[in-house]
């Protein structure tokens, strides 16, 4: 069994009207959703804002609407679409096919009560955050022997990253004072955590670029930066290359093995000797947020 998942981002749907109470239900938890009336709106939300997932409606998969879910799949092959296998129209084989050339493979037969029970588990292991376990899995694998503090601080970089965030908010979720946070980092000889956050946030700035569909400024616009501008002297500061260059030359894997590259491996030997949350034979995070700054 899955584990309960946290709440992902928002879920586009072009469902029938009538299908819309029991998508909401099947999410109750774990997403909301984002109704829309076609494909080209759900394309306008991909673009605009935070979408974690598109699901279609087969009453929906019109011919008019192939085109347009050709260009979503092909300008967003990250985000996962899958069809609604609904009992209020059963399409034919010839629409199945249809739909499977325009990329969309996920099917989701929910037509008895176990399917919207299938959709929830699919969503929680395709979309509640893979890709970030999986950087989390492997910086957990380089900082092996560590304290469980460190562990946590390296979890927190990647779980439910959603946009820019200052080290006094990474601290908040650690329940730590910042100037301890960034005073251990200090004495340990290692980078500070603001570079941890700042390359967290370009490994997410990679995997957005992999959507051909999300432009620069887009992607600014996801990472909570004030303007493209921003965005691209950001880059500039800490990759030394125009954000278009960034775009060419970086993908997720290949962010994230120079985040590795850069931050973990010259200094693995520091890093798993330190505390950065541990007082007094305490993890910080075991205590009432409060009560760990005063003790700070």
């Not at 010839?94 to 099917?107: E, F, K, P, R």
Request: charged share 25%; glycine share 8%; with cysteine.
């Amino acid at each position: 069994m899955l584990p309960t998942p946290q709440f992902i981002g928002p879920v586009a749907t072009v469902v029938d009207p009538t299908e819309r109470a029991e998508v909401e239900r099947a999410g109750a938890g774990l997403y909301r959703t984002v109704h829309r009336d076609s494909v080209a709106e759900v394309l306008r939300d991909l673009r605009e804002k935070r979408v974690s997932a598109i699901l279609l409606s087969s009453t929906r998969c019109t011919p008019a609407e192939l085109s347009p879910t050709r260009r979503m799949v092909r300008e967003f092959p990250r985000v996962p679409a899958l069809v609604l296998l609904s009992p209020r129209g059963i399409p034919s084989a010839s629409d199945l096919i249809a739909i499977g050339g325009c990329g969309v493979h996920q099917v989701i037969d929910v037509r008895t009560p176990a399917g919207w029970g299938h959709l929830r588990s699919t969503l929680a292991r395709d979309v509640v955050r893979e890709r970030d376990q999986q950087a989390m899995r492997e910086l957990l694998d380089d900082l092996t022997g560590a304290p469980k503090d460190l562990h946590i601080f390296a979890e927190a970089l990647f779980d439910g990253y959603t946009g820019a965030r200052t080290v006094q908010a990474l601290a908040r979720t650690l329940g730590v004072l910042p100037s301890t946070l960034v005073s251990r980092f200090f004495r340990a000889g290692v980078p500070a955590p603001k570079q941890f956050l700042v390359f967290a946030g370009l490994v997410r700035a990679a995997r957005l670029f992999e959507n051909p569909g999300l432009t620069i400024a887009d992607v600014a616009t996801h990472l909570g930066h004030s303007s493209p501008q921003s965005f691209g002297r950001h880059i500039q500061t800490y990759m030394r290359m125009p954000a278009g260059e960034f775009r060419r030359r970086y993908d997720g894997v290949r962010m994230m093995r120079h985040f590795r590259e850069l931050l973990i491996t010259p200094h693995r030997e520091r890093l798993v000797a330190m505390s950065p949350l541990t007082m007094r034979g305490r993890v910080v995070g075991a205590e009432p947020t409060s009560a760990l700054m005063r003790a700070s």
